[in-house]
């Protein structure tokens, strides 16, 4: 369990790596024709991840974490995974803006990290 939440703050930090390269502004990036794919495939293993916890049974651990947020991320990730070119860029700015680091945050307080 701990090793997949590890990974999934890795993965949000890839995310927020690729945002630092148009200087912190997530439309720029996701604009760009080789960061949208990444931060869009990192949302897709977040969602995955996430997943596994609940096929794990770690509902606990995922009681700890915002259900708006988890659902919130869920539906993106199906949008991403089934219709990849409608995804609306605003949709994917809130969830990068508002959801993901939430979601960072309530991962880095039950890791204490």
Do not use: C, W
Not at 23 to 42: F, G, H
Not at 93 to 103: A, D, F, N, Q, Y
Request: charge should be negative; glycine fraction near 0%; charged fraction near 35%.
């Amino acid at each position: 369990m701990k090793k997949r939440l590890e990974l999934i703050i890795d993965k949000i930090n890839d995310i927020e790596f690729f945002i630092a390269q148009k200087n912190n502004k997530i439309i720029p990036a996701l604009e760009d024709r080789i960061l949208k794919p990444a931060i869009r495939m990192q949302i897709i293993s977040i969602a995955e991840q996430f997943n596994k916890l609940k096929e794990e049974n770690e509902f606990e651990l995922l009681a700890q974490i915002d259900k708006d947020d988890l659902r919130g991320l869920n539906a993106v990730r199906n949008f991403i995974a089934h219709d990849y070119d409608s995804v609306d860029d605003h949709i994917l700015e809130t969830v990068l803006r508002v959801h993901i680091p939430k979601i960072k945050l309530q991962l880095e307080n039950i890791l204490e990290i």
